[in-house]
């Protein structure tokens, strides 16, 4: 019998949006494995923000040692909380710097832990950003965990309704951006030139080398990128998203005899596209259970990672813990965690691999069922919440003993 470390922690752990959204689900599904791990939790419900009783809860319940929001939501909802409560440790899980620049940029007097699944976050920080209290953020580098509380759920591979699924936004595409001195404007159409070469930089690297050369030359006096640019370089990495996301699907879409599903934010001009066949399915997003569904009557499930994020998405675990066989392009970090043809398919959208690896897998059901069973193997071991929720009860415990 294992013997579980017990931690003396009471954490406040924020529920945000809807019981049905992602953002909820997740931190109620990481609140219990505190509570397993011997921590008194105390959830806030918080539609769109925290409500005043809640805020005056916090202030005045001094055996509160941490609280646990995500993407800076606390911050932006309700910093009256900070201004009583110095002694609290404020745990946030952020995606990405780039969407959120302005708390990043101005982190206030009490000590912050920011666990991020993004890499390039940490050397962002680092040769970018001017924090104005570094001394009070500690960041660490977490891949995600899978966003179910029974993996391995699901029938078994040959057994199951679609062949291939794709779930993912498209967003928007618009340059419609702040406005920049004349200086910036040629920072940002350098930028946007780099960032739609091909090849396999991700949006961290491209931002610090434009950034470098533009000090080097003498034109950039600046040894910080500004809150605009940063802005900027998120809303573009959604363009890139977006092509990517598109020149995967017409791949899906060439498969044919084989039953397909596509969930997302732009039905009718998904619908519109020329390569859409009968086999094919469209659906507009769903909540958060009804992607589930969805995942466990899936085969295939087809990622392309986000260039903004030099992580892991939370999309390929959650269906690895559903056994899935997940089809994703290659990133290093991923790299490090699933091997080729064992746990996980690779494929090159640029040279149009995709489809021949989906009709090869899927022609060998028995192929895909070991790949599926390997990966859940992987993702218990590496990617479940309460191996995450043991990291950050570690980190906390550390932050502590500092004071």
Same mark, same amino acid.
Not at 235 to 239: D, E, M, Q, V
């Given at each position: 019998m294992t013997d579980t470390k017990r931690y003396d922690f009471h954490l406040a752990v924020i529920l945000m949006g809807k019981e049905n959204n992602i953002p909820y689900f997740s931190y109620l599904l990481i609140g219990r494995e505190f509570e397993k791990l011997g921590c008194?939790?105390?959830?806030i419900v918080a539609p769109e923000k925290v409500s005043d009783e809640d805020i005056t809860r916090i202030q005045e319940d001094r055996s509160i040692d941490a609280i646990l929001s995500h993407n800076f939501f606390l911050q932006r909802t309700s910093r009256r909380i900070f201004e009583k409560r110095l002694d609290c440790i404020f745990i946030d899980w952020l995606d990405t710097v780039y969407n959120k620049p302005d708390f990043y940029y101005t982190v206030t007097?009490?000590?912050? %832990?920011?666990? @991020?699944?993004?890499?390039?976050?940490?050397?962002?920080?680092?040769?970018?950003?001017?924090v104005k209290k570094p001394e009070f953020l500690k960041l660490i580098a977490l891949s995600p965990y899978a966003f179910v509380d029974s993996p391995g759920a699901g029938q078994a591979i040959p057994d199951r309704k679609y062949d291939v699924l794709f779930f993912g936004r498209l967003g928007f595409e618009k340059d419609n951006f702040s406005?920049?001195?004349?200086?910036?404007?040629?920072?940002?159409?350098h930028f946007k030139k780099r960032a739609f070469l091909p090849g396999r930089r991700q949006m961290h690297e491209i931002v610090w080398s434009v950034f470098r050369w533009f000090r080097l030359l003498g034109l950039y006096?600046?040894?910080y990128v500004s809150r605009d640019f940063a802005y900027y370089c998120w809303? %573009?990495?959604? @363009?890139v998203r977006t092509q990517r996301r598109l020149f995967i699907m017409d791949e899906i879409f060439s498969v044919q005899g084989k039953r397909k599903l596509?969930?997302?934010?732009?039905v009718e001009r998904i619908s519109r596209l020329d390569k859409l066949d009968k086999d094919c399915e469209v659906l507009s997003f769903q909540p958060w259970f009804g992607i589930l569904d969805s995942l466990k009557n899936s085969k295939v499930v087809v990622n392309i990672l986000p260039f903004h994020i030099h992580s892991v998405h939370e999309r390929i675990l959650t269906?690895?813990?559903?056994?899935?066989?997940?089809?994703?392009?290659?990133?290093?970090?991923?790299?490090?965690?699933?091997v080729d043809g064992k746990e996980i398919?690779?494929?090159?959208?640029?040279?149009?691999?995709l489809k021949s690896k989906l009709e090869y897998y899927l022609g060998r059901p028995e192929l895909l069922q070991e790949i599926a069973s390997n990966a859940l193997f992987k993702v218990n071991k590496v990617g479940t919440a309460a191996v995450r929720a043991k990291v950050i009860l570690e980190e906390l415990e550390k932050i502590k003993a500092e004071k």
């Open positions: 008194k939790v105390t959830y007097p009490f000590k912050m %832990l920011v666990i @991020t699944a993004d890499r390039q976050l940490m050397q962002y920080t680092e040769q970018v950003v001017r406005e920049f001195n004349g200086l910036e404007k040629r920072f940002v159409n006096k600046k040894s809303k %573009l990495s959604h @363009t596509i969930i997302s934010d732009q269906s690895m813990s559903l056994g899935c066989v997940v089809f994703s392009d290659r990133n290093p970090m991923l790299e490090e965690l699933f398919i690779y494929f090159d959208y640029r040279k149009g691999e």
